[in-house]
């Protein structure tokens, strides 16, 4: 059973998933269509600079490459790879494809944190798939080959990200804030020559868009990937990844409360199946005593206590 404190940190972390589904609808409604490169970069860039201007904290030494390989697999090659799917998938399909993304954490766990797959591991990440399945999916058109490519190298770009920043953790004295600032800034400086050679100048801005940016910037990538992060740092690398599901289950929820979209009986029990398939990915992983098997706790991987202090390092609120 879950403590109360263990619970409320879940909670937290899994604010992310549900930030980031409300994505598609801020996109369509405010913000210029066919820009996906460019709503990428106005995303990570302008809140990475922001978190390491309040963290006051630069990578030292072996962090400078971490942070770089860290920024591209969550959000570099993560975001474009994740905007090409969805334009070229019909019906959800982009959604559904990058669902496997709990199977391929529990696949990498046990490769690099010696962390076995179990039975039941396996299972709750079908049935988290099977669950986006029928909540997103769509009669439409054929399976585009490129398209289903790139869903699954997003979904391995950031399960691979995900168990390398479990497993690296965090330099000494360097907090969620400063670790998550690196990476925003890394990935928003890869992104950033693609976007100009393949979308060109920045788009014209009316007052929505630039209140739509400012909101992707802010709430669904400053705080959100703060959230993610810490959550990582306390958690399994599967128990955060099993929080992912609640992305798609937002965005259909959102269409329906604010786009006027319907949910049928079908998606109604798509959503109950990845919702507890979320719930039941929350158990702590048991550690097993001669099997290399390592015990997720509160403490990081060099030893150090992590602070229950939820404002990061330069961050006072």
């Not at 029990?269 to 507890?276: H, S």
């Not at 719930?279 to 206590?305: D, E, I, M």
């Amino acid at each position: 059973m879950l403590s109360a404190g263990r619970t409320t940190l879940i909670a937290l972390t899994a604010l992310a998933p549900v930030s980031w589904g409300t994505t598609y609808a801020v996109t369509t409604e405010f913000l210029p269509p066919d820009r996906p490169l460019f709503t990428g970069l106005a995303r990570a860039l302008p809140a990475g600079l922001l978190l390491i201007a309040l963290a006051r904290v630069l990578p030292r030494g072996a962090w400078w490459w971490k942070a770089a390989v860290l920024g591209a697999l969550n959000i570099g090659v993560f975001f474009p790879l994740l905007f090409l799917s969805a334009y070229r998938l019909p019906g959800g399909m982009a959604a559904v494809v990058g669902s496997v993304g709990p199977l391929f954490v529990v696949g990498l766990s046990a490769l690099l944190l010696g962390q076995r797959p179990t039975t039941r591991a396996v299972l709750t990440g079908v049935v988290a798939a099977f669950g986006v399945s029928l909540v997103v999916l769509k009669a439409a058109g054929g399976l585009d080959a490129l398209g289903a490519l790139a869903a699954l190298a997003s979904a391995a770009s950031m399960s691979t990200g995900t168990v390398l920043t479990k497993r690296w953790g965090r330099p000494e004295g360097v907090g969620p804030l400063a670790l998550t600032g690196w990476q925003l800034t890394a990935g928003g400086l890869l992104i950033a020559p693609v976007a100009l050679l393949v979308e060109g100048a920045p788009p014209a801005l009316d007052g929505a868009a630039v209140g739509g940016y400012l909101y992707l910037a802010l709430a669904n990538t400053a705080v959100a990937y703060w959230l993610w992060f810490r959550g990582i740092g306390r958690l399994s690398a599967t128990q955060v990844t099993f929080l992912g599901p609640l992305s798609p289950l937002t965005a259909a929820v959102v269409g329906w409360a604010a786009l006027g979209e319907t949910l049928t009986p079908v998606q109604l029990a798509g959503m109950a199946l990845a919702f507890g398939a979320t719930v039941a990915g929350q158990r702590a992983p048991r550690a097993k005593t001669g099997t290399g098997l390592v015990p997720f706790s509160s403490s990081s991987k060099n030893g150090r206590k992590d602070s229950m202090d939820l404002t990061g390092p330069g961050l006072r609120r």
